[in-house]
């Protein structure tokens, strides 16, 4: 009975600690299934937990070997059939994203002893000892996103990411840590215009080179639930142009129309040269809608 009682124990401190809201019968019974050989219930979604200096890559998934890949069937077409790396699904009002937050692409930061490891291009520098590091990313966004009309969320607040690529991985917002200025810090980029801050999140500040390259490629999405693309947006009638500040987007990055997976005119943000940042980025200081949550 003392046994019984303790696990039962353990299940709520579990769920009360780890998991986010949700009102997923789903997702509780699978908590209470592996609570008891869990640290955190988010490797209950994401799979083994990737140790970098033997990471692999799985080729039938194009993910790091053992995390686990899957988008539910009640996501959106424009997630489900692009979003991977991480586990996706629907509660409620909200997109639910849950990953470890490890790359498909080799990086310096993956360290030297790493069939992942590579050097990094000409002229860039390492973060530090910064490593790349297995995540516990919760991300809660709403589903139906709408502007925010006054008094604007800064993209500087204190979130653990701001968004999350379709590979997987954070999104950071348009600066640096102090006293570094973004430009600066772009420096330690490794070959796909990412790396990890100091508890070894890897992130993209700038465009991920494996997803978009200056096209119109998805990139991810915003935690205030709209999306983001590459340089160039694409229409719904294939016309492509290049929208800047001031040119076709406003200061947070976005605009509205279509694109290729929203017939309907919609508001998406682009990867654009940011003022404050110095260097292009994937937002701008301010969100456009009102972000959910984000918890590591």
């Known amino acids: ?7 039962l124990v353990l299940f709520v401190l579990l769920l009360t600690n780890c998991k986010p809201k949700s009102d ?7 908590l209470l299934a592996v609570a008891a050989s869990r640290i955190c219930a988010n490797s209950a979604y994401t799979g083994t937990t990737v140790v ?38 629907v509660s409620g009002t909200n997109y639910v994203f849950r990953s470890q937050n490890i790359p498909n692409n080799k990086s310096y930061y993956f360290g030297s002893t790493s069939p992942r490891y590579e ?41 653990a990411s701001v968004g999350i690529t379709v ?20 420096q330690t980029f490794d070959q796909y215009n990412g790396h990890p801050q100091n508890s070894g999140v890897y992130h993209h500040h700038s465009q991920p080179l494996n997803v978009s390259n200056n096209n119109s490629n998805l990139i991810g999405i915003l935690i205030d639930g709209f999306a983001l693309y590459g340089r160039d947006c694409k229409d719904s009638s294939n016309n492509t142009t290049t929208p800047t500040i001031g040119s076709g987007l406003d200061s947070n990055h976005g605009h509205t129309t279509t694109t290729q997976h929203f017939a309907t005119a919609t508001y998406h943000y682009h990867y654009t040269s940011d003022p404050t940042a110095g260097i292009p980025t994937l937002i701008g200081s301010y969100f456009y809608g009102t972000p959910g949550t984000v918890s590591n």
Not at 59 to 88: E, H, Q, Y
Not at 122 to 151: D, H, R, W
């Open 119 to 159: 050097a990094l291009g000409s002229g860039q520098k390492a973060a530090g000892t910064n490593q790349i590091s297995s995540q516990c990313l919760v991300y809660t966004i709403p589903s139906s996103p709408s502007e925010k009309l006054t008094n604007k969320t800064g993209t500087q607040s204190g979130y």
């Open 1 to 7: 009975m003392l046994a019984t009682t303790s696990l």
């Open 52 to 89: 970098a200096s033997t990471a692999t890559l799985d080729t039938n998934t194009d993910c790091i070997t053992g995390m686990t890949s899957s988008m539910s069937a009640d996501l959106p077409a424009w997630i489900r059939n692009n979003f991977k790396c991480a586990v996706g699904s």
């Open 24 to 30: 997923s019968d789903e997702d509780t019974l699978l």
């Open 167 to 186: 590979n997987g991985l954070a999104i950071f917002n348009n600066a640096a840590a102090a006293p570094d200025t973004l430009s600066t810090e772009a």
